[in-house]
């Protein structure tokens, strides 16, 4: 908390950097019809402002205001989406994805000036900071791993629907689409709920070499995800299920099984989590980075046979089993330390 400015300035610089580097290929690629166009100012400002505000998010989470910080997710994520709802039920004119796209600017810009208000409103002394080039070079060589394990990570939720689409059209994938972002909604809940009240904590106590409280707290954790998970997972399942006779379509009816498979893939995926999160607080980035890519090598595996054998219950079949292997990968490296360390 002490360094917390100080970090926050050198972070702007970096980002200012990023973007001023970015921005440009962008509109190049657009340009050239790489990406297409129509959207591109749009895609920016929603880009730059939702970026900023999961940064405020973090920054909110590290000072332990995690009250304040799902408070910003709600406006960020939820209030902006039920008033565009309102709106549109009450005005069917303005069903249009221009409206859509304010009322998701407003959202984020909303949740990003709330977000930036609080944390200066931390700022108790008025001194200068210097940019910090040596940290900042420092933090890219470090942290370089992490996003590599991160787009691992980012890509079982990705090429899943290119082979999906691959496999069985674009109106599958529709369907796809939609069950995916139903049991999604579980790691959205479980993260503003549970998570962002533990982590800082499971962190602290670690960093102080307090090895029985962290072990302790760590059991909770636990406990508590394994409980809260259980419940999301069973009320997706029906409200999927209520959706679904509601809609009456034929084709996600078809995919009902597939909508169970992803909550079991989901599940399994949240219970990583339990180890991923005290690897993460005992800076153990080395052992997620190795879990996490060579799950996705074998997902990888995966999509590729399905595309091959054009079987679109392969892709869950590898979804699954991979994160199994990224379960397994995750708590072997922390029984052994935890088996080493002190209580």
Not at 93 to 110: A, E, N, P
Not at 129 to 134: F, H, M, N, R
Not at 163 to 187: D, N, P, R, W
Request: hydrophobic share 55%; charged share 15%.
């Amino acid at each position: 908390k002490g360094n917390l400015f100080f970090i926050l300035k050198n972070q702007v610089l970096f980002y200012s950097i990023s973007y001023t580097l970015c921005i440009p290929v962008f509109i190049i690629l657009v340009y050239l019809n790489i990406l297409p166009r129509g959207s591109e100012c749009w895609f920016i400002a929603l880009l730059f402002f939702e970026h900023l505000s999961q940064e405020i998010n973090r920054v909110l989470i590290t000072i332990e205001s995690q009250t304040v910080a799902s408070f910003i997710l709600f406006v960020r994520q939820g209030l902006w989406c039920w008033l565009a709802i309102a709106t549109m039920v009450i005005y069917p004119d303005l069903r249009k994805i221009t409206v859509v796209f304010i009322y998701w600017l407003i959202g984020t810009v909303s949740a990003c000036v709330l977000g930036v208000v609080y944390i200066l409103s931390k700022k108790s002394k008025n001194y200068t900071i210097k940019w910090d080039w040596a940290w900042l070079k420092k933090g890219m060589r470090l942290s370089a791993p992490m996003l590599i394990a991160a787009l691992a990570l980012r890509g079982f939720f990705t090429f899943d629907r290119f082979a999906i689409e691959k496999i069985a059209g674009l109106e599958i994938l529709g369907g796809y689409t939609l069950f995916v972002s139903m049991t999604s909604a579980i790691q959205s809940f479980l993260d503003t709920i549970l998570i962002s009240f533990s982590f800082p904590k499971l962190a602290r106590l670690y960093s102080e070499k307090k090895y029985f409280e962290f072990k302790s707290e760590l059991k909770k954790f636990a406990l508590k995800l394994i409980l809260l998970l259980s419940i999301l997972s069973v009320c997706c399942f029906f409200t999927g299920y209520i959706l679904v006779k509601w809609l009456n379509n034929l084709d996600y009816i078809k995919l009902f099984p597939i909508f169970i498979l992803l909550i079991l893939a989901n599940f399994v995926y949240c219970i990583s989590l339990i180890p991923h999160i005290a690897l993460y607080a005992m800076r153990e980035d080395h052992s997620i980075l190795k879990s996490q890519c060579v799950s996705f090598l074998s997902f990888i595996f995966f999509l590729i046979m399905s595309v091959y054998l054009s079987e679109i219950y392969f892709v869950l079949t590898g979804m699954i089993v991979s994160f199994i292997l990224l379960l397994l990968l995750k708590i072997m490296p922390l029984y052994n330390i935890l088996k080493k360390v002190k209580s």
